[in-house]
């Protein structure tokens, strides 16, 4: 088992730079030179599709008047509704929808990297049952701070953060080590959904119940401009920090003693990126509800056609993750008009096939 997981997750790639002719050229397909900027491309042209599609379609050229509008450029306005539709509703969507993606993406191949652990995501480490419980609190319960009920994004937040603390806690001294992370992780996820459970059981309002199940399948409904500028600075900061430590995460893919011998401090590194990746899990959760199989899916997805070398892989997870996220959310909102899908029911439905193909054509391979 050991060193199929191994094999799956190290570094690969040797052939960059090893000359000119078709090893050179795959060499450089497989650092993500050319994947990359393709992807960053695609991207941009992702979110410009997406905002125009809707129970009112918009040609491209009315949402660049409206971003243009307001962004202060010399065009000509929209009127007020189509505008609305675009800058209040549809591109704070998209925006959240890309970042969530990217936020994932770089926690799953961080933590697949840390663990030694192809299963691993970014729930791994209880955060998502933890902003469950504390979004069912304030849904159901009622929870008050002061004056008003606490904030359904401030109380999923909390949640995640008492979970990852309490994931500490139960690992104690030994948390730098990945069997102690990840059974203190399942253990405090169990825990929580089992909170979660309760809370839902105890209320008999049936609005209230939906309004949680929609919450915890995931759903970018209540995207906002506070809620994609937070998340931009947490995931772009858990990105920076990912990225500088991409060399680590190399050496980990061949065990702690290699990492060691390389100058590394396994339990410090992996206390560093547990806690970068908990609190970006923690704040995306917080803003669209427990996605899941994004974390999972698009490293492998990313890794089979790059390789495992992390300076490339890491900010191409981000861009595949939230090309996505961006189509997932996209039909979630329109194939079933004007009912909605939880998109993370689609994400789901896409994920298993794909990762299910990723892992028999890397079983074709080895």
Known sequence: ?????????????????????????????????YVLPLAVILLLLSIAAAVTVGSADLPV????????????????????????????????????????????????????????????????LGVSSGASTGAVAVLVLGIQLGSGPIDLTTGAFAGSVAAFGAVLLLAGRRAGEPTRIVLAGVAVSQLFSAVTS????SDTQT?????????????????SWPAVALSAAVAGVGLVVCWANATALDAFAFGADTARSLGFSPGRTRLLLCGVTALVAATLVA???????VGLTVPHAVR????????ALLPTCAVVGAIFLIWADTAARTVFSPQELPVGVLTALLGVPMFALVMRRRAGTS
Do not use: E, Y
């Open 198 to 201: 309760l809370i839902v059981i």
């Open 304 to 311: 089979f056609v790059i390789g495992s070398r992390h300076r």
């Open 207 to 223: 609005q209230d119940t939906r309004s949680v199940t929609f919450w915890l399948l995931g759903s970018l409904t209540a995207a």
């Open 287 to 293: 803003a669209s509800g427990a996605i899941g199989f």
């Open 1 to 33: 088992m050991t060193s199929s997981v191994t094999s799956s997750l190290a570094p690969t790639g040797s052939t960059v730079g090893a000359g000119r002719g078709p090893s050179a050229k795959a060499g450089a397909w497989r650092s993500g030179r």
């Open 61 to 124: 050229d009315s949402v660049l008047r409206a971003v243009g509008t307001h962004l202060g450029l010399p065009v000509r306005p929209l009127p007020p509704l189509p505008d609305s539709i675009v800058w209040d509703l549809r591109l704070p969507r998209v925006l959240l929808a890309a970042l969530v993606g990217a936020g994932l993406a770089v926690c799953g191949a961080v933590l697949q990297a840390l663990t030694r652990n192809p299963l691993a995501d970014p729930f791994l």
